[in-house]
């Protein structure tokens, strides 16, 4: 799995069939799945995710987590994440996993990201054609991979 995280004032996803889905102060979370990731990484990521310090103490500096600070999560499935550009310029998506694969993990770590910070979690629709806002907040922008845990 791989996420792009970006610390938000206010983030907010659309689509014309099914809405739109917005949330104030907290992390706007772009997920990639993996033909080969399984509940493992589900696990990391989301301990991972719910622990990572990008907020400001009362001294400014990144110190607490969104469980400390408050906030929600707003996650939107993105497959381009898994994009190779090593040979030509059409991008590959080979190692992107496929719906029957992709979209139960995908629903999965969604349950278990809100179980376990107990914040509001709220989604994007998979598969589905998507416009996405930002207010990022710093700018703090951070990516993590299940399968290079730096």
């Given at each position: 799995?791989?996420?792009?995280?970006?610390?938000v004032n206010?983030a907010?996803?659309r689509?014309?069939?099914?809405?739109?889905?917005t949330?104030?102060?907290?992390?706007?979370?772009?997920?990639g799945?993996?033909?080969?990731?399984?509940i493992?990484?589900?696990?990391?990521?989301?301990?991972?995710l719910?622990?990572?310090?990008?907020?400001?103490?009362?001294?400014g500096v990144?110190?607490r987590?969104?469980q400390?600070?408050?906030?929600s999560?707003?996650?939107?499935?993105?497959f381009t994440?898994?994009a190779?550009?090593?040979?030509?310029?059409?991008p590959?998506?080979?190692r992107?996993?496929?719906?029957?694969?992709?979209?139960?993990l995908?629903?999965?770590?969604?349950?278990?990201?809100?179980?376990?910070?107990?914040?509001?979690v709220k989604?994007?629709?998979?598969?589905?054609?998507?416009?996405?806002?930002?207010e990022?907040?710093?700018?703090v922008?951070?990516?993590?991979?299940?399968?290079?845990?730096?």
């Amino acid at each position: 799995m791989r996420v792009v995280v970006q610390r938000v004032n206010r983030a907010s996803v659309r689509s014309t069939f099914y809405g739109e889905a917005t949330i104030d102060k907290g992390m706007l979370v772009l997920l990639g799945i993996e033909h080969d990731d399984n509940i493992g990484d589900i696990d990391w990521l989301v301990g991972k995710l719910t622990r990572l310090r990008i907020f400001a103490d009362e001294e400014g500096v990144m110190n607490r987590s969104i469980q400390e600070t408050g906030g929600s999560f707003l996650v939107v499935s993105q497959f381009t994440l898994h994009a190779s550009t090593k040979k030509g310029n059409r991008p590959s998506y080979i190692r992107a996993a496929n719906p029957d694969t992709a979209i139960p993990l995908y629903e999965k770590f969604v349950s278990a990201l809100q179980k376990e910070s107990g914040l509001e979690v709220k989604t994007g629709w998979f598969g589905a054609n998507m416009q996405v806002s930002l207010e990022n907040d710093g700018p703090v922008t951070i990516i993590i991979d299940t399968k290079n845990r730096e």
